[in-house]
């Protein structure tokens, strides 16, 4: 009777306190150089090494700069960021992708390309989208950095078990529709605290048709319902993803691996605190039209009127917006449009959107920022001649980093522009002070792309 969830949180517990948390180990922990430079600095103010540094994976993503990464970074706050971590990962002696490397990336892309998250594991970082790891089968989270100088001191950290939700999508989705579109939809009818004090299991017959790059991105959307995180069980794609990557088993560890692996799903009578089923036949490609992820209506729709109880707050962001109730956004303006984030950064993303503007040229007036998620999808966009389709239609690529998901670099949206991006967040300013947000998939951002305005992407398959 016991839930995925249960089973590997319940494999890694290594003590419960009593009337307090649990005591839980941690396969592997990621760090970036936002939220790890005070927890090192804990440690060396108590005179305390790494426990265990090869369970430690490093990178610089949310302040590495999208062009020039071969010269110093301008911005003294990034580069004394970068610089900690490059510090710090060489005198605690942990693994640090440096900036510019073929190893470098966002770290939720890096992660699972590289087979460092696997299913089964706990992973952990100072980040809220750490459950991106989840769609490996992986219990993964985001912790704070009091909790990442935890979990280098003991690999080990405290937590409060969380709740076990369910959600099946069944049916097949639509034309143009993806996974993002899901991920939209599902943030609508739950709201952005619908989840909260949940962990999420993704099921179903459209969460199994999924590709794994499709599964990251599902995943990596959890925390904006108010998850704790979200997982999906593994399976034949999971494994076909993973064989024979960098740190995936080999040989008959490989092997050993799989068996284990595929016994890692829940109970047919597992009990799960919360049990949520929808249709695929009910979601049509998305957009957001105010200032959280869960302001979101379909492409075709009109903003609805809101409530009395949500009145004040969907006035203020429709106001910041430049909205109105009934307002439909097929045509809107658009001024810029990003595509990349650890939401949608993989190749997977750049083959949709090369797959719209192929034969066709970017729109006047539309400033363009394609940013792969590492420099391995780099190489598969050049591989797979993706760079040469962009260019042809007048797009250019960026190098890798978290880019204009968030006002951490020099890829800023300016005060009143509007954008159609592919990341995770459209909070006020979260793209650059004043700027203005509409969060969509890659087709729907392609589509915005070659025509300047917001445009239903079934039009152009």
């Given at each position: 009777?016991?839930?995925?969830?249960?089973?590997?949180?319940?494999?890694?517990?290594?003590?419960?306190?009593?009337d307090?948390?649990?005591?839980?180990?941690?396969?592997?922990?990621?760090?970036?150089?936002?939220?790890?430079?005070?927890?090192?600095?804990?440690?060396?103010?108590?005179?305390?090494?790494?426990?265990?540094?090869?369970?430690?994976?490093?990178?610089?993503?949310?302040?590495?700069?999208?062009?020039?990464?071969?010269?110093?970074?301008?911005?003294?706050?990034?580069?004394?960021q970068?610089?900690?971590?490059?510090?710090?990962?060489?005198?605690?002696?942990?693994?640090?992708?440096?900036?510019?490397?073929?190893?470098?990336?966002?770290?939720?892309?890096?992660?699972?390309?590289?087979?460092?998250?696997?299913?089964?594991?706990?992973?952990?970082?100072?980040?809220?989208?750490?459950?991106?790891?989840?769609?490996?089968?992986?219990?993964?989270?985001?912790?704070?950095?009091?909790?990442?100088?935890?979990?280098?001191?003991?690999?080990?950290?405290?937590?409060?078990?969380?709740?076990?939700?369910?959600?099946?999508?069944?049916?097949?989705?639509?034309?143009?529709?993806?996974?993002?579109?899901?991920?939209?939809?599902?943030?609508?009818?739950?709201?952005?605290?619908?989840?909260?004090?949940?962990?999420?299991?993704?099921?179903?017959d459209?969460v199994?048709?999924?590709?794994?790059?499709?599964r990251?991105?599902?995943?990596?959307?959890?925390?904006?319902?108010?998850?704790?995180?979200?997982?999906?069980?593994?399976?034949?794609?999971?494994?076909?993803?993973?064989?024979?990557?960098?740190?995936?088993?080999?040989?008959?560890?490989?092997?050993?691996?799989?068996?284990?692996?595929?016994?890692?799903?829940?109970?047919?009578?597992?009990?799960?605190?919360?049990?949520?089923?929808?249709?695929?036949?009910?979601?049509?490609?998305?957009?957001?039209?105010g200032?959280?992820?869960?302001?979101?209506?379909?492409?075709?729709?009109?903003?609805?009127?809101?409530?009395?109880?949500?009145?004040?707050?969907?006035?203020?962001?429709?106001?910041?917006?430049?909205f109105?109730?009934?307002?439909?956004?097929?045509g809107?303006?658009?001024?810029?449009?990003?595509?990349?984030?650890?939401?949608?950064?993989?190749?997977?993303?750049?083959?949709?959107?090369?797959?719209?503007?192929?034969?066709?040229?970017?729109?006047?007036?539309?400033?363009?920022?394609?940013?792969?998620?590492?420099?391995?999808v780099?190489?598969?966009?050049?591989?797979?001649?993706?760079?040469?389709?962009?260019?042809?239609?007048?797009?250019?690529?960026?190098?890798?980093?978290?880019?204009?998901?968030?006002?951490?670099?020099?890829?800023?949206?300016?005060?009143?522009?509007?954008?159609?991006?592919?990341?995770?967040?459209?909070?006020?300013?979260?793209?650059?002070?004043?700027?203005?947000?509409?969060?969509?998939?890659?087709?729907?951002?392609?589509?915005?792309?070659?025509?300047?305005?917001?445009?239903?992407?079934?039009?152009?398959?």
């Amino acid at each position: 009777m016991n839930t995925l969830f249960d089973k590997i949180w319940d494999k890694h517990v290594v003590q419960q306190v009593a009337d307090g948390p649990t005591q839980l180990y941690i396969d592997r922990l990621y760090c970036h150089e936002v939220t790890s430079p005070q927890a090192f600095d804990g440690l060396r103010a108590r005179g305390l090494k790494c426990f265990r540094p090869e369970k430690v994976f490093c990178m610089p993503d949310h302040n590495t700069p999208t062009h020039d990464q071969d010269k110093p970074i301008a911005d003294p706050v990034s580069k004394a960021q970068v610089d900690a971590l490059a510090k710090n990962a060489a005198e605690f002696g942990v693994t640090h992708y440096a900036m510019g490397s073929r190893d470098n990336g966002i770290i939720h892309v890096v992660g699972p390309e590289k087979g460092l998250s696997l299913p089964g594991m706990t992973i952990v970082c100072g980040d809220s989208h750490t459950s991106t790891h989840g769609a490996m089968g992986a219990v993964a989270f985001g912790i704070g950095t009091s909790e990442v100088e935890m979990v280098l001191a003991s690999q080990c950290i405290l937590q409060q078990k969380p709740k076990s939700m369910r959600i099946t999508v069944t049916g097949r989705l639509g034309r143009g529709v993806t996974a993002k579109d899901v991920a939209l939809y599902l943030m609508a009818q739950l709201t952005t605290s619908g989840a909260t004090g949940y962990f999420v299991e993704y099921s179903g017959d459209v969460v199994r048709s999924l590709s794994m790059e499709g599964r990251l991105t599902l995943c990596n959307l959890s925390i904006e319902m108010g998850a704790r995180g979200g997982f999906i069980a593994p399976d034949d794609v999971t494994f076909d993803y993973l064989k024979g990557r960098e740190y995936a088993p080999k040989g008959e560890d490989w092997d050993k691996a799989v068996a284990y692996w595929r016994t890692l799903r829940s109970d047919d009578d597992a009990i799960f605190d919360r049990e949520l089923t929808f249709d695929a036949a009910d979601i049509e490609p998305r957009i957001t039209y105010g200032t959280n992820p869960g302001m979101g209506i379909g492409i075709t729709e009109s903003i609805q009127t809101p409530p009395p109880s949500e009145g004040l707050g969907e006035a203020k962001a429709l106001s910041y917006m430049g909205f109105q109730p009934g307002q439909k956004l097929l045509g809107t303006k658009v001024d810029y449009v990003f595509l990349g984030a650890c939401t949608n950064g993989r190749i997977e993303d750049f083959r949709a959107f090369a797959s719209i503007i192929k034969g066709r040229k970017k729109a006047d007036g539309v400033v363009a920022w394609l940013v792969p998620g590492s420099w391995a999808v780099d190489r598969q966009i050049r591989d797979e001649g993706l760079d040469s389709v962009l260019a042809e239609a007048g797009f250019a690529i960026r190098q890798p980093g978290c880019s204009a998901c968030l006002a951490m670099n020099d890829d800023k949206v300016p005060a009143g522009k509007l954008a159609v991006s592919t990341s995770n967040r459209n909070f006020e300013g979260r793209q650059g002070p004043g700027s203005r947000t509409i969060l969509a998939s890659p087709l729907t951002a392609a589509a915005a792309a070659v025509t300047g305005v917001i445009t239903d992407p079934r039009e152009f398959l």
